[in-house]
C-alpha cells in the first residue's frame, strides 16, 4: 500500500518556541492531506483540510493563525504549532489522499506526539 | 454534515470469540465506509472498506456488513487472537473515497488470552 511518512515522531519544546511537522507521501502524490489531533483513548479530530498550492481549510475552533499549513508540494505538507503552549501537547497525525490509483484510500503518518513544557 | 456514531466504547472478548463494532450514520448519501485498526501510539492502518453498492465484504477473520436502509454498518471479527486487541475507527464518507470522512469516536478491543 501507500506510504505516508511523518516526522519527527515526538518532540519535546518549551513553551512559547514554534515546532514544525513534517508530512510526505513517498510512492504516490498526495492532492489533499489532512491534518489530525488526538487525545489520549480519543477519537481523531480533524483540524485541516490541505490542498496543493492552495490555502489549507480549518475546521471550526481551530487557529488559523498558531496551526499554519503548507502544502507546497504533491507530495509534503508541513505543519507548524506556532508559540506552543502546555494545552497544545498532543498527538498529531496526517493522512494522505492520492491522485490516480491512490484517490479513494486514506494513509495515515505515524504521528507526532508533542509534548510543550 | 455526517454524524457517526459507534458503539461500544470498550468491548472485552476471550480469545477465539468473535467481536462486533456498529456503527450508525445520519446522512443517506454517505457511500464508503471504511475502519481503521490503531494501536498504542502507531498510526491507524485500513483494515477493511465497503461501497454502498455492496452489503457485506470479507477478507479472512475481518468482516463488514453495511445496512442502508438503517443507516448502520457493522464489524465482525471471527476467532479473535490476543493481536487483534487495539482501538478500531469506523468512517463514513459522503464523496465516494477518502477526500471527506468523518470519523467514529472509536473502541478499544482487548483480546483476553
Known amino acids: 500500500g501507500a506510504v505516508v511518512s511523518q516526522h519527527p515522531s515526538r518532540v519535546i519544546c518549551k513553551s512559547g518556541t514554534s515546532v514544525k511537522i513534517e508530512c510526505r507521501s513517498l510512492d504516490f502524490q498526495a492532492t489533499t492531506m489532512f491534518w489530525y489531533r488526538q487525545f489520549p483513548k480519543q477519537s481523531l479530530m480533524l483540524m485541516a483540510t490541505s490542498n496543493e498550492g492552495s490555502k489549507a481549510t480549518y475546521e471550526q475552533g481551530v487557529e488559523k493563525d498558531k496551526f499554519l499549513i503548507n502544502h507546497a508540494s504533491l507530495t509534503l505538507s508541513t505543519l507548524t504549532v506556532t508559540s506552543a503552549h502546555p494545552e497544545d501537547s498532543s498527538f498529531y497525525i496526517c493522512s494522505a489522499v492520492g491522485a490516480g490509483g491512490h484517490n479513494e484510500k486514506l494513509f495515515f503518518g505515524s504521528g507526532t506526539q508533542l509534548s510543550v513544557l | ?113
Open chain 2, 1 to 113: 454534515g455526517e454524524n457517526v456514531e459507534q458503539h461500544p466504547s470498550t468491548l472485552s472478548v476471550q480469545e477465539g470469540d468473535s467481536a462486533v463494532i456498529k456503527c450508525t450514520y445520519s446522512d443517506s448519501a454517505s457511500n464508503y465506509f471504511p475502519w481503521y485498526k490503531q494501536e498504542l501510539g502507531k498510526r491507524p492502518q485500513l483494515i477493511i472498506d465497503i461501497r454502498s453498492n455492496v452489503g457485506e465484504k470479507k477478507d479472512q477473520r475481518i468482516a463488514v456488513t453495511l445496512n442502508k436502509t438503517a443507516k448502520h454498518f457493522s464489524l465482525h471479527i471471527t476467532e479473535t487472537q490476543p493481536e487483534d486487541s487495539a482501538v478500531y475507527f469506523c468512517a463514513a464518507s459522503l464523496g465516494g473515497g477518502a477526500n471527506n470522512l468523518f470519523f467514529g469516536t472509536g473502541t478499544r478491543l482487548t483480546v483476553i488470552p
